[in-house]
């Protein structure tokens, strides 16, 4: 296997301050998840230190293993029923103005989790009244049932990631499909509920492919797009076909407002999450 050379516009610096340390013991002494830690986010020390973080919820063991992500996968550990409490006091505590929720994927729950979505929602809102919210979802296969228990809670974005083109799909995602990720931005759309994708280049897709998939999401009503560059994780990881420049993520931005998008976030180290504040407004 032939590895890449990671350019110079892809290396971090990480340092850390008061700030960092301090949503860092929040994090530890509460027992949290964060897809920073998790997921290796290049832009952890950046946000930590502005007192930020992406908590990720229902265990840190995926029922799926997609070839991108370095999340555990396996048989999860059971629902730990007070981790919505304990997540709302830390959202507290890190006295943030907006936090972001995701999770891992839930196939073993015969509702996939989305109760225990709507029950964490439900105690941020309560004890952090003033604090924007947006959930990152998994798809819940398509049941509109279950995204309907999330939606009821008025998070005030309801994100879920396409990840990649449509060819590339289904050898980058495991269960999940291209369509069906479609048909739940649309129904969150339908809702009147800001519906926001997030997609990784590198992995292979064509500038052709990009620009259909801009139109897909588009055509469901969402409004948010991220894009950023795919950096294999560990080994175990399907490997980098390209390395982006900034200036191609800086086109797409632009070709992405053009289209339609209300905000595009577009960059080598941008995430899900990245400048996610700025998407409520």
């Not at 339908?190 to 139109?215: N, Y």
Request: charged content about 25%.
């Amino acid at each position: 296997m032939t590895y890449l050379r990671k350019p110079e516009w892809l290396k971090t610096n990480l340092h850390s301050n008061a700030e960092y340390v301090h949503v860092n013991k929040v994090v530890q002494e509460h027992g949290l998840h964060t897809i920073c830690t998790s997921g290796k986010c290049p832009n952890i020390s950046e946000c930590w230190n502005r007192g930020t973080a992406t908590f990720m919820i229902l265990g840190d063991v995926c029922t799926r293993s997609c070839a991108f992500c370095n999340v555990k996968s396996g048989r999860p550990q059971l629902v730990d029923p007070q981790e919505p409490t304990k997540l709302a006091e830390s959202v507290q505590l890190m006295n943030l103005r907006h936090a972001v929720v995701t999770s891992v994927d839930r196939d073993d729950l015969p509702d996939g989790g989305a109760n225990h979505w709507a029950e964490t929602i439900r105690a941020i809102k309560k004890v952090n009244p003033e604090t924007t919210l947006e959930v990152l979802i998994p798809d819940f296969d398509g049941k509109t049932a279950l995204l309907d228990l999330i939606i009821a809670e008025k998070p005030n974005i309801i994100s879920h990631n396409l990840e990649t083109v449509r060819r590339l799909t289904p050898e980058i995602r495991t269960k999940a499909q291209y369509d069906t990720s479609l048909q739940v931005l649309a129904y969150i759309a339908s809702q009147k509920v800001a519906a926001k994708t997030g997609i990784m280049l590198g992995l292979g897709e064509k500038e052709e492919e990009i620009l259909a998939l801009m139109d897909d999401a588009l055509a469901t009503g969402c409004s948010i797009l991220t894009i950023g560059q795919y950096m294999q994780p560990s080994r175990y990881n399907v490997g980098v076909k390209e390395y982006i420049t900034p200036e191609k993520f800086a086109e797409y931005k632009q070709i992405g407002l053009k289209k339609g998008f209300r905000y595009v976030e577009s960059g080598p180290l941008v995430r899900s999450s990245y400048g996610a504040e700025k998407h409520v407004e």
